[in-house]
Nanobody, 124 residues
Framework: QVHLVESGGGLVQAGGSLRVSCAASGRTFSRPAMGWFRQAPGKEREFVAAISGSGGSTSYIDSVKGRFTISRDNAKSTVYLQMNSLKPEDTAVYYC?????????????????WGQGTQVTVSS
């Protein structure tokens, strides 16, 4: 079983920056691909970004390209999402997820393990 814990959410003004982290523990599959998803009130959970097991491949939803950066530190079993130029529409609960594969994926059903989420609120 893999346990994922997100941290770093909070309240920030539009145009500001925030970094959320996801620490993995338990019987982790060696260097799994990791993803960040988000869910705003009344909306479906959507893909935001993903990174391969080695960190050499990434994928982003179009609306965050150029503003968000996903990275990982395999020595610390931690994945990060650096969010810059935040907009009110980025407000959501952000979830970390892990695959049982090293390959990047964007669909929710491709991820086996999920964290509890961290709230990110961007004020206008």
């Amino acid at each position: 079983q893999v346990h994922l814990v997100e941290s770093g959410g909070g309240l920030v003004q539009a145009g500001g920056s925030l970094r959320v982290s996801c620490a993995a523990s338990g019987r982790t599959f060696s260097r799994p691909a990791m993803g960040w998803f988000r869910q705003a009130p009344g909306k479906e959970r959507e893909f935001v970004a993903a990174i391969s097991g080695s960190g050499g491949s990434t994928s982003y939803i179009d609306s965050v390209k150029g503003r968000f950066t996903i990275s990982r530190d395999n020595a610390k079993s931690t994945v990060y999402l650096q969010m810059n130029s935040l907009k009110p529409e980025d407000t959501a609960v952000y979830y970390c997820a892990a695959r049982v594969s090293v390959v990047v994926a964007t669909a929710k059903h491709e991820y086996k393990y999920w964290g509890q989420g961290t709230q990110v609120t961007v004020s206008s």
